[in-house]
């Protein structure tokens, strides 16, 4: 008889933990249904040929941003004194090649707002991102480097900077200079409609010659936003 309500106590004591543990789990299914998908996405890496928006921020060999899609960078730069260039996010496909050689982003300009003239992306600097944040999660921020910046320089001539109305004397090393890019320069020479697009360099050495204007920025730091994964 000792035996039997041993045994009864037991299995009461078992049942007890049963419900604790069923009430337990009830509460954890309620908050996972409450958080929704985000819970999953925590989880989730950027794969190739996922579709993914990313804020972005490029810059020169000195370490100074130039353009930049994150706010926060952007009003810290403000607050230094700084100018740059804020950008909108983009979307891309995660290690994808570019075809053309320059991928066209929206900037802001006080002069035309959203509507100027695109900033132009090389092809190594979009791919180097595309590539790069492969195996990032959402909200993740990576410095990504890229490499063939070194070789993005151009001399101007004294006679090229006054056919651009730039008067060479105005010009002082560390100076950043604008130019116009296309991805068809042979139009660009000859059609003076030809559709062109923004890039900006930092003047790095300064002679009887001309200027060198290095156009690399060899470094990027990106943040995905958001992943939409390829079915």
Excluded: H
Excluded at 107 to 112: D, E, F, S
């Amino acid at each position: 008889m000792g035996e039997k309500k041993q045994k009864e106590k037991a299995v009461a004591q078992w049942k007890k933990i049963v419900i604790v543990g069923a009430c337990v789990l009830f509460v954890v299914l309620m908050i996972v249904s409450g958080m929704g998908s985000s819970w999953i996405s925590a989880f989730t890496v950027v794969k190739p040929g996922d579709a993914v928006v990313v804020d972005y921020t490029f810059y020169d060999a000195g370490g100074n941003p130039i353009i930049t899609a994150d706010q926060n960078v952007y009003k810290l730069a403000a607050t230094q004194g700084k100018s740059l260039l804020i950008a909108k996010q983009i979307s891309l496909t995660a290690n994808q090649s570019l075809i053309p050689s320059l991928y066209p982003v929206q900037v802001y300009t006080t002069n035309a707002g959203w509507a100027g003239p695109k900033f132009a992306l090389l092809r190594p600097e979009f791919e180097a991102v595309s590539s790069g944040i492969v195996g990032m999660k959402a909200n993740e921020q990576k410095r990504i480097t890229i490499p063939s910046s070194a070789s993005m320089t151009q001399l101007w001539s004294p006679e090229q900077l006054k056919r651009n109305g730039v008067n060479m004397t105005d010009i002082n090393i560390g100076d950043v200079l604008t130019m116009a890019v296309s991805d068809n320069p042979e139009e660009m020479a000859t059609n003076l409609s030809a559709q062109t697009y923004m890039r900006v360099g930092e003047v790095s050495t300064k002679s009887p010659q001309g200027v060198v204007v290095d156009f690399g920025y060899p470094a990027a730091e990106v943040r995905v936003i958001s992943i939409n994964a390829k079915n």
